[in-house]
């Protein structure tokens, strides 16, 4: 049995906060799930796909953010307990329904995750979603800790049903990626089999219903607003005249920082975890009690503004300050020691910072960027396109995934990025903009979330482009989730379709059309050059599993290589390739067989055949 079905409330289990969300979840009779994968909250949805593999939990992989939310939606609407799960970025795709959604309401309780990524860990911005649910007038609520995020997720369904509108459960990196002791509460049932009751002039927003359902919505907001000033998640702690309101994790470094400065008879604190509608009054009355006030949030000054327009209504001059240049940045994640020292700085506390320790005789910790792995596909393809474009001129727009890091030299074979499919519509861009050979790229997994459309533009528009589309049978970026494309049949799943890139790409009225095996260098390259010399819309499927992938499903070649003696040092492998199983010693290139996977893209490029398998 799956861990998070086990268990009961007299137990405690340590968990990652993405686990102890699922584990919420499912404590409160989740009935239909929907997600596409994206750290920081892939962990959320891979254990409920294994959950409801074992339960009588829906659970599915969709396409993309806008299509998971229509699903949620949908069972929601039908009185069951949704969730559709993504990162932030993902809602600017699931956008669009999300903001009449709003206007149509739920019947069911639904959650809709928004995992923000402060300091950028694996994302292309840092926005605060905080603004969405201001912007379509939903309740926002945000966890503190790990063992919050779950009883706050049972929390989130049950507001959800009493104001009759999905809550948007704001989580950051920081949250989901943590780990923590957390108390077990008992799974409720699963409420299986929903009740869609017709009625158009609700269900369906033309203007003239959508006039009426706006209406209801500032009600539901309404309602929201009084819950949220009686809230749990809304509380104040400390009994002094400096006041700190925080949110988030940033709540646990404030605790920490007035303890450590020794001010906790001088400070309280107001927690927000139910964020919007902010609870006026509770703002009000403690700004009330204050000479001086500091927000506290990442991000934005969501909080921050808002506290100084009630500050106004109510006549109060107090200093209120957030974000500031001598204060707290908009930029990136806050740290225990930052908050500190903010502190300090914003109410004239003498401070001095600790004494970093004397690491003088430490060696220096060698550094790791973001690399493709030893064996990948990707890398192949790129050294294969690039070696069939020489003279060209060329611009090439990449996408989101694994192969994003072919920005990276040797390959340096991004010049243009977005956002997910955005490689297609920039590239038709380009190919009118410029007289360059315009050469994009889109993994499988991106294609199916948002590179088709682009496609059709490139074909109805007939740009001159070509399209790399990089098949590596699964969503490899964010933990080998399944797509549209993978054979479900190789993980012992039955039960699911599947879906040919090639005939979509050819079924969409693509002229040229190619596959390629991007492990077979020389005959691919041939191909390569004959769809880069297409005048018109061109497409190379490049189809190589994930070599991860096949490693976690026992497909991979178990063959590594050497460098022999006839290594002339010319050094093709490091300088065109750049795979991380080749390293130098005393001078020499080698090959670290604990990384090789056998892929033999090397010893095809190496000019003296010097690389050969392992006799072993």
């Given at each position: 049995?799956?861990?998070?079905?086990?268990?009961?409330?007299?137990?405690?289990?340590?968990?990652?906060?993405?686990?102890?969300?699922?584990?919420?979840?499912?404590?409160?009779g989740l009935a239909v799930g929907a997600t596409y994968p994206g750290t920081p909250s892939s962990e959320i949805s891979s254990n409920l796909f294994e959950m409801s593999l074992e339960s009588d939990l829906y659970f599915e992989y969709s396409v993309n953010e806008k299509v998971s939310l229509e699903v949620a939606a949908a069972a929601a609407c039908s009185g069951l307990r949704s969730m559709a799960i993504m990162k932030h970025v993902g809602l600017n795709v699931a956008a669009d329904p999300l903001l009449t959604l709003a206007y149509v309401g739920v019947t069911g309780g639904m959650v809709v995750v928004t995992a923000d990524d402060p300091q950028m860990f694996s994302s292309q911005?840092?926005?605060?979603?905080?603004?969405?649910?201001?912007?379509?007038?939903?309740?926002?609520?945000?966890?503190?800790?790990?063992?919050?995020?779950k009883e706050m997720v049972r929390y989130a369904f049950e507001l959800s049903?009493?104001?009759?509108?999905?809550?948007?459960?704001?989580?950051?990196?920081?949250?989901?990626?943590?780990?923590?002791?957390?108390?077990?509460?008992?799974?409720?049932?699963?409420?299986?089999?929903?009740?869609?009751?017709?009625?158009?002039?609700?269900?369906?927003?033309?203007?003239?219903?959508?006039?009426?359902?706006?209406?209801?919505?500032?009600?539901?907001?309404?309602?929201?607003?009084?819950?949220?000033?009686?809230?749990?998640?809304?509380?104040?702690?400390?009994?002094?005249?400096?006041?700190?309101?925080?949110?988030?994790?940033?709540?646990?470094?404030?605790?920490?920082?007035?303890?450590?400065?020794?001010?906790?008879?001088?400070?309280?604190?107001?927690?927000?975890?139910?964020?919007?509608?902010?609870?006026?009054?509770?703002?009000?009355?403690?700004?009330?009690?204050?000479?001086?006030?500091?927000?506290?949030e990442e991000g934005e000054p969501f909080m921050e503004e808002a506290v100084k327009a009630f500050a106004q209504e109510e006549g109060l001059t107090i200093p209120i300050r957030g974000k500031a240049p001598d204060l707290f940045s908009r930029l990136y994640e806050y740290d225990p020691a930052m908050v500190r020292k903010v502190i300090a700085t914003c109410f004239g506390l003498a401070y001095a910072s600790p004494v970093a320790p004397d690491l003088a005789d430490v060696p220096e910790i060698p550094q790791r960027p973001p690399n493709l792995c030893a064996g990948c596909s990707h890398r192949a393809s790129y050294y294969i396109v690039k070696k069939a474009a020489e003279g060209m001129e060329t611009i090439c727009p990449n996408d989101i995934g694994c192969y994003t890091l072919g920005i990276l030299p040797p390959l340096s074979m991004a010049d243009f990025l977005l956002c997910m499919g955005s490689s297609l519509g920039a590239g038709c861009g380009f190919s009118k903009a410029t007289d360059k050979k315009i050469i994009s790229f889109i993994g499988d997994s991106t294609f199916f979330h948002s590179g088709v459309a682009g496609l059709i533009n490139a074909v109805f528009n007939n740009h001159n482009l070509t399209l790399v589309i990089l098949d590596n049978g699964t969503t490899a970026m964010t933990g080998h989730q399944p797509n549209p494309g993978v054979d479900m049949n190789q993980l012992k799943l039955d039960g699911y379709g599947r879906v040919s890139i090639e005939d979509v790409v050819r079924g969409v009225g693509v002229p040229f059309v190619t596959v390629i095996e991007p492990f077979k260098v020389k005959k691919s390259i041939a191909a390569v050059k004959e769809a880069l010399e297409f005048k018109g819309v061109s497409v190379i499927i490049s189809r190589q599993m994930c070599t991860l992938y096949a490693k976690?499903?026992?497909?991979?070649?178990?063959?590594?290589?050497?460098?022999?003696?006839?290594?002339?040092?010319?050094?093709?492998?490091?300088?065109?390739?750049?795979?991380?199983?080749?390293?130098?010693?005393?001078?020499?290139?080698e090959i670290d067989a604990g990384l090789c996977s056998g892929c033999a893209v090397c010893a095809q490029i190496c000019p003296e055949n010097a690389i050969v398998p392992v006799k072993d």
């Open positions: 049995m799956h861990k998070l079905l086990a268990g009961n409330n007299a137990q405690r289990m340590f968990l990652l906060g993405n686990e102890a969300i699922a584990r919420g979840a499912v404590e409160a911005n840092e926005q605060d979603n905080r603004y969405y649910g201001k912007l379509a007038g939903l309740p926002v609520l945000e966890p503190s800790s790990v063992e919050e995020a049903e009493k104001v009759g509108e999905p809550v948007l459960f704001r989580t950051t990196t920081r949250i989901n990626h943590s780990t923590g002791i957390v108390p077990l509460g008992s799974i409720a049932p699963v409420k299986k089999v929903g009740e869609f009751v017709k009625d158009p002039f609700r269900w369906v927003p033309i203007p003239a219903v959508a006039r009426n359902l706006h209406v209801k919505l500032l009600k539901n907001l309404e309602e929201a607003k009084k819950l949220s000033e009686t809230s749990e998640y809304n509380f104040c702690e400390g009994s002094g005249r400096w006041g700190i309101i925080c949110n988030g994790v940033s709540y646990n470094y404030v605790r920490d920082g007035v303890k450590e400065l020794g001010i906790e008879d001088r400070v309280k604190i107001l927690r927000i975890g139910f964020s919007n509608p902010l609870p006026e009054k509770m703002i009000k009355t403690f700004l009330a009690g204050c000479e001086k006030v500091l927000v506290v976690a499903l026992k497909l991979d070649s178990k063959r590594t290589f050497r460098i022999s003696d006839k290594c002339k040092g010319h050094r093709n492998c490091i300088n065109d390739l750049g795979c991380p199983a080749f390293f130098t010693k005393d001078g020499r290139v």
